[in-house]
């Protein structure tokens, strides 16, 4: 098992350009996430995805979007990229219905927007 | 909403010493707290958790201690090795996970 794959691992952007960021888990969970690392602040939560379908809100959602596009695969879409965005971000993912449970995270990606 | 606040942000100790890592949550209704382990380059990895039904839990070299009236818990780790050197976070949980800001342990030989 692979586990939790996101990519890419690393990316540069200039202000106002867009990319999607990409997550696939093969150990069937239900629940997917995505956060955002900054130093000193630890991980907050973006956006969630509870079951294969539905997605919602978390800490800090502002210009972000995502796509639950099946159980396996959770991507994260920044549709015009601001330096506040600059971060590394990680998908995680859990056996059951909500975040009470073992989280596994992928590697992350680091992004920097210029 | 929750908050988690995390102390020391920084801990140094010799190989062999015991550290211990302290956090305060804010929603008395949390009812799971994890503690995770980020070593460089990589993502966190879950080491110990507890809910909320339960004052303590130790795995091996590992343990964490809940005081649900006082709204804090700790992590214990003993005999610590250079492997142990790595950014710990603490979180807690009622059906959405709140971080610490996290504690990087240094562990000299």
């Known amino acids: 098992n692979a586990g939790v794959t996101q990519t890419p691992k690393f990316q540069v952007l200039k202000t106002g350009q867009s990319m999607t960021l990409q997550c696939a888990q093969d150990?069937?969970?239900?629940?997917m996430y995505w956060y955002r690392q900054d130093p000193g602040m630890g991980l907050r939560l973006i956006y969630y995805?509870?079951?294969?379908?539905?997605?919602d809100k978390g800490e800090v959602p502002n210009g972000y979007n995502v796509s639950r596009l099946n159980k396996r695969e959770f991507s994260l879409r920044l549709e015009s990229a601001a330096p506040s965005q600059t971060s590394v971000y990680f998908c995680?993912?859990?056996?059951?219905?909500?975040?009470?449970?073992?989280?596994?995270f992928g590697p992350g990606t680091r992004l920097t927007v210029l | 909403g929750e908050n988690v606040e995390q102390h020391p942000s920084t801990l140094s100790v010799q190989e062999g010493d015991s550290a211990v890592i302290k956090c305060t949550y804010s929603d008395s209704a949390s009812n799971y707290f994890p503690w995770y382990k980020q070593e460089l380059g990589k993502g966190p990895q879950l080491i110990i958790d507890?809910?909320?039904?339960?004052g303590e839990k130790k795995d091996q070299r590992i343990a964490v201690t809940l005081n649900k009236t006082a709204k804090h818990f700790s992590l214990h780790i003993t005999e610590t090795q250079p492997e142990d050197s790595a950014v710990y976070f603490c979180?807690?949980?009622?059906?959405?996970?709140?971080f610490g800001a996290g504690t990087i342990l240094r562990v000299k030989s």
């Open positions: 979180a807690a949980s009622r059906n959405k996970l709140v």
């Open positions: 507890i809910r909320s039904n339960v």
């Open positions: 150990m069937n969970h239900n629940s």
């Open positions: 995805s509870a079951s294969e379908g539905t997605t």
């Open positions: 995680a993912s859990t056996r059951g219905d909500g975040p009470d449970n073992e989280q596994f």
